[in-house]
């Protein structure tokens, strides 16, 4: 099993554009999660998705897209960059609800120019 | 307030000490807690659930204490590889949230 992958692993935009990351997990969980980390801050949440379908937004959901069409992938959008979405981004999944442990993707390295 | 607070650290400690981590949480009807380990330029992975009882795992004990609102973590013996940011994670379950909160992480470094 691989896990949890996410693509591309760095990534550089100029303010402006526009760009996709991808999450696919192998271990059938029914719950995703998309995560930003920047120093001092912390994970935090950006939308999740609590089975094919649907999706809600987190903590910190301005400036960004989600879409579940298939159980095992959740995509996270970016329309228009912009510099304060400098971050890593980290993807993960949890079997059922947030009680159960969550299984985190090697994070995206994302700087915007 | 935060909802999850760490000292950010470094802690740092020589092989063989042992070292303890506080963190508190300010949503008191949090329902889990976790520990999670996160390396440098890694993902997070868990390290053990809290338990209202406490619980131990080899070197590790976590404690909680919903009366102040804080959990530990004591690592005894710290090894080399002991090394990481520790994060701290609550799930709020009475706020509707189906997500998990993080702390900003306590930064541990053992020396030889």
């Known amino acids: 099993n691989a896990g949890v992958t996410q693509t591309p692993k760095f990534r550089v935009l100029k303010t402006g554009q526009s760009m996709t990351l991808l999450c696919a997990q192998d271990?059938?969980?029914?719950?995703m999660y998309w995560y930003r980390q920047d120093p001092g801050m912390g994970l935090r949440l950006i939308h999740y998705s609590v089975g094919e379908g649907t999706t809600a937004k987190g903590e910190v959901p301005d400036g960004y897209n989600v879409s579940r069409l298939k159980k095992q992938n959740f995509l996270l959008g970016l329309e228009s960059a912009a510099p304060s979405q400098t971050s890593v981004y980290f993807c993960?999944?949890?079997?059922?609800?947030?009680?159960?442990?969550?299984?985190f993707g090697p994070g995206t390295r994302l700087t915007v120019l | 307030r935060k909802e999850v607070e760490q000292d950010p650290g470094p802690f740092n400690v020589p092989e063989g000490a042992t070292v303890a981590f506080n963190c508190t949480y300010s949503?008191?009807?949090?329902?889990?807690f976790f520990w999670y380990r996160q390396d440098c330029r890694k993902e997070p992975k868990l390290l053990m659930s809290?338990?209202?009882s406490g619980n131990e795992d080899g070197r590790f004990t976590a404690q909680l204490n919903r009366a102040s609102q804080y959990i530990s973590l004591l690592i005894r013996d710290s090894k080399l590889s002991d090394s990481a940011t520790y994060l701290c994670?609550?799930?709020?379950?009475?706020?509707?949230?189906?997500?998990?909160?993080f702390g900003s992480g306590t930064r541990l470094q053992v020396q030889p």
């Open positions: 993960a999944s949890s079997l059922w609800d947030a009680g159960n442990e969550q299984f």
């Open positions: 994670v609550v799930n709020p379950l009475n706020t509707g949230r189906r997500a998990l909160t």
């Open positions: 949503n008191s009807a949090s329902q889990s």
């Open positions: 809290v338990y209202s």
């Open positions: 271990m059938n969980h029914e719950y």
